[in-house]
């Protein structure tokens, strides 16, 4: 008798080499491949006279075969050819080297056929029809709404429903082995039919509205699974203790009277929100989202002060050390005179004097920090991490140990930032256990970048309008996506790029080049150098789309801009027209290859600035694993579920709540 999790290959007629093909597929055990959900299905259920079939559209037929037989042509291909009847008349069939036919299909027996007339035949004759010889079971393969399943090579689609189907005649008692795990009183109340029901009828489904309770179940169960865990994992979280932060609101108010310019609503209501969750008995946990320039250094800034008037540290983390560098600079500029001490640390700042750093109240940083945590610090109650999805699984995993490790025996207080627009389903399935504000509103005088899909034939004009801004005291970020040439993807390479800007297209501007492989102390320099204006054009990788703040900068030229997510694409738009009143314009080129879907993408890119839109419209598309790392995240696949389906989200979110009480 077989079970749940016996190894995939107890079921009859697969063998070692079929066990090897299914786990390319993730399929291990028996209960892995009831779970191998279709990706889509073919209606071949309604069948028709032999007299209804036409030359536009597949149909289903039931027939009688009455004569069938192979034969070779004279150009030395192999053809069966065959008759079939019902009660509207006969038709010739055909097919291409399939000489077993001949053994398979028996004359008198009945068949399903599922094809269209060949339209340059004389008399009707149904063209390379797929089949299925009726037995005394329901059909598998025609004749219903036919699974179809995403497959590996060496695995046929039609193969793997076969399996699935002896299943289901020859061993149901394994779906009714499934265990359901949510209460009656929850399927009850979202009209959700039991699970067992719903892996029979995803797979070979009655009827469509069969089908859609099925699938229904099944994504609910999907986002369910991820709820649950995020709920457990915030629960978990608020039954630690805290640093307690006490109320220095008029030291804020203060700062922020003094600043030259006055902060957002925005700014003051995220800000504010911060500050309750910092006076609250369990760490904060809040995660700060806003467009590229919103002011979100500012908010960290000024949330900072009540904790380090409370007497503990501050510690911020940015990926990259460019970042880092900003970071410290702009927390500098906004804290400095306040007598608040701030130190920054990177692998490439060789701060030896960690006695002296674990004095500082506010102390900035990349990765580094990690590794220097016990030397670094020995009162941190507050940790602002800057775009925490660029960081590794593995430093995301030691950053949550490590902060975990206070000398106070608390948790701190952590607050993470991000300038990647999440829409709401996102923000409710994905970061569920983080309470979110979301900074919506610009500041003044901000005038929103004007975005081109460059064409080919324009290329030349636009070299030369991007030089006579030049003229006029513009410079541009020049952005291409790999380091090295790659023929296969036909894609620029910075290296390649810049030789040729500099001795072709504008010999005669002072051109640079930046990239990842450059030391810490080249990258620094050249940055210095593009804020001095000593550079017209720096060239260079995505190393830019993270903190890179070069106020005077009003050009960015994307190339092979195709090969790029949306969402990164609106980072790197951010990274021009940084002051007030600055007009600023992104230039979208794309490569040779560039298909037909992706041009659509980037023309719908170059007419919005609106970061939620456009991180909407990349969801849809391109899915969230790509888009929000889902999988680095720790979220499991959704094989039925989406993401953007909010009511769904909301419903199972609303649900995981009643479980967990």
């Known amino acids: 008798m077989l079970s749940l999790y016996d190894p995939i290959d107890t079921i009859p007629f697969i063998g070692p080499t079929y066990n090897k093909l299914l786990a390319n597929i993730g399929i291990i055990t028996i209960l892995d491949i009831l779970y191998h959900v279709p990706a889509r299905y073919v209606d071949a259920s309604a069948i028709v006279k032999l007299s209804d079939l036409n030359t536009t559209e597949k149909k289903t037929v039931q027939v009688t075969l009455i004569a069938i037989k192979s034969i070779r042509t004279r150009g030395g291909k192999l053809i069966t050819e065959a008759k079939v009847t019902d009660e509207s008349g ?45 037995k005394d079971e329901s059909p598998t393969h025609l004749g219903i709404i036919v699974p179809v399943y995403s497959v590996t090579e060496g695995v046929t689609d039609k193969w793997l429903r076969s399996r699935i189907k002896y299943l289901l005649q020859n061993h149901r008692y394994l779906f009714d ?9 929850i399927r009850d109340c979202y009209d959700l039919i039991p699970l067992q029901d719903a892996l029979i009828q995803i797979h070979f489904p009655k009827d469509w509205k069969g089908l859609q309770k099925a699938r229904r179940r099944i994504a609910f169960d999907e986002l369910l699974n991820i709820q649950l865990k995020l709920l457990k994992s915030r629960e978990a979280y608020r039954n630690q203790k805290t640093p307690m932060i006490s109320d220095y609101s008029e030291d804020i108010k203060s700062f922020l009277e003094k600043l030259p310019f006055n902060p957002t609503r925005a700014q003051k209501r ?62 500098n500029e906004l804290l400095g005179g306040s007598g608040i001490t701030i130190k920054l640390v990177t692998g490439s700042i060789n701060n030896t004097n960690h006695k002296t750093i674990k004095q500082s109240e506010f ?12 030397k670094l610090f020995n009162k941190l109650g507050l940790i602002i991490i800057d775009e925490q999805h660029r960081f590794g699984v593995k430093q995301r995993k030691k950053l949550t140990i490590d902060t975990k490790k206070s000398h106070l025996g608390t948790v701190p207080h952590k607050i993470t930032m991000t300038a990647t627009p999440i829409p709401r389903s996102i923000a409710l399935t994905l970061f569920g256990d983080l309470d979110i504000s979301i900074i919506d509103e610009m500041p003044t005088g901000r005038i929103p970048t004007k ?21 006029k005291k513009s410079q541009v970020f020049w952005l291409c996506p790999l380091i090295e040439e790659s ?41 210095h150098r593009m804020k001095k204006r000593k550079i017209d054009i720096l060239v260079s990788t995505s190393v830019i789309e993270v903190g ?21 694409l609106h ?28 041009q659509n993408r980037l023309e719908y890119f170059s007419k919005t600035n609106d970061g939620l839109k456009v991180a909407e419209y990349d969801l849809e598309r391109r899915g969230p694993g790509e888009v929000y790392g889902i999988k680095q995240a720790g979220i499991p696949d959704l094989k039925v579920a989406r993401i953007t389906d909010i009511k769904l989200v909301k419903e199972t979110r609303e649900a995981s709540k009643s479980m967990i009480q």
């Not at 990765?367 to 220097?372: S, T």
């Open 487 to 527: 023929e296969k993807l036909q894609i620029k390479a910075v290296l390649t790029e810049y030789q040729k800007l500099e001795t072709e297209i504008f010999p005669d501007l002072k051109i640079d080049v930046l990239h990842g492989r450059l030391s810490e102390e080249e990258k620094n320099d050249k940055i």
């Open 177 to 185: 082995a499934v265990t359901d795990s949510i209460p009656r009183k």
């Open 548 to 568: 890179m703040d070069i106020p005077n900068a009003d050009i960015i030229v994307i190339e092979g801009a195709e090969r790029f997510g949306l969402a990164q």
């Open 363 to 374: 102390i900035i940083g990349t990765h580094a920090l990690l590794h220097r945590y016990d």
């Open 90 to 134: 006969e038709v010739d069939v055909i097919w291409f080297n399939q000489l077993f036919l001949t053994k398979t299909l028996k004359i008198g027996s009945t068949i399903l056929l599922n094809g269209a007339l060949n339209p340059n035949h004389n008399k009707p004759q149904l063209y390379s029809p797929s089949y299925e010889v009726v």
């Open 270 to 331: 995220v800000i504010r929100e911060t500050l309750k969750d910092l006076t609250l008995s369990y760490p904060a946990n809040r995660l700060i989202q806003g467009d590229v320039g919103c002011g979100k250094t500012l908010v960290a800034a000024a949330v900072s002060i009540p904790v380090i008037k409370s007497g503990y540290q501050v510690a911020l983390m940015a990926p990259t050390s460019i970042l880092a560098k900003q970071h410290y600079e702009t927390i």
């Open 451 to 471: 975005t081109y899909l460059v064409p080919k034939n324009k290329r030349k004009n636009s070299y030369q309008w991007i030089e006579e801004r030049i003229q």
């Open 571 to 598: 980072q790197l738009r951010g990274r021009v027209g940084r002051k007030a009143d600055q007009h600023s314009w992104c230039f979208l080129f794309t490569s040779n290859n560039a298909s037909p879907e992706a």
